[in-house]
């Protein structure tokens, strides 16, 4: 195997594995992959790019360079993605922290809450939303749960590798399986959730990154909102008075979701647009 630099790997066309995987990756992609190959930060790769690669190195760029050419997501082939300041481990079993859900974040930490609140994240799935409140708010007691017990291990790895205290992770089916104070069910200051929210037959599906996701994170019924109604209809048991709930949906599901805060006694709601423009998160007040 001929020896090639990185300036050459990032200008040259790629080659190819197989007839079925035919998409070019962008100069962005290259270098995300030759970072990770080389263990260097961008600003390395690119100030060097006479860097001649070793063997083993270009083994590994063509064979991540095949996968990504065949479409699987970067986050997936790394096994990284960066979410809020964080930097998670990732695997084909949860989802990919997107930027658009890292506005939960920016409106949690706007909310009126105490120094010491209770915060439950829902379909933690990497741990995302969960350990990016613990890192801003370490005087926070936060409870991440999942249904996947692979979701609850990289989670906590997650959790393991940024120090946090302030986070737990378990296995529940949303509110199923909480822990109680003493015998009574254990109120919450604030719960929050990225839940599934696509119908089976919406045509994302087969698009991009969603094809290599987890499909029981993606797909709901009931035209991708039953997972979101019984969380908002549920949560009233869970939410301390006054508490918040905040959920994120699809961007044409905002009016159904505020129909589903009205009926069940929540006041202070809003629909929140991400930086798309599009509407992406509901919040609103338990008013007991």
Known sequence: MSLV??????Q???IKESDSCDSLLSVFE????LCEVIEVDRAWLRTHPEYILSSKQKRQYLEFEARRECGEPISYIIGRQGFWTLELKVNENVLIPRPESELIIELALELPLKENSSVLDL???SGALALALASEKPKWDIIGTDISDISIQIAEANRNEIELDNVIFIKSNWFDDLPKDSKSTKKYDLVVSNPPYLDKSDSHLNEGDLRFEPKNALIASDAGLADI?????????FLSLNGWLMVEHG???GGSVRRFFQATNFVDFRTVRDLNNLERVTLGRFKG
């Open 5 to 10: 630099s990185i300036h050459e790997l990032i």
């Open 30 to 33: 290259r270098e995300r992959l």
């Open 229 to 237: 109604k019984e969380i908002i209809y549920s949560s009233i048991d």
């Open 123 to 125: 379909g933690t799935g």
């Open 251 to 253: 961007f044409e599901q």
């Open 12 to 14: 040259n066309s790629t």
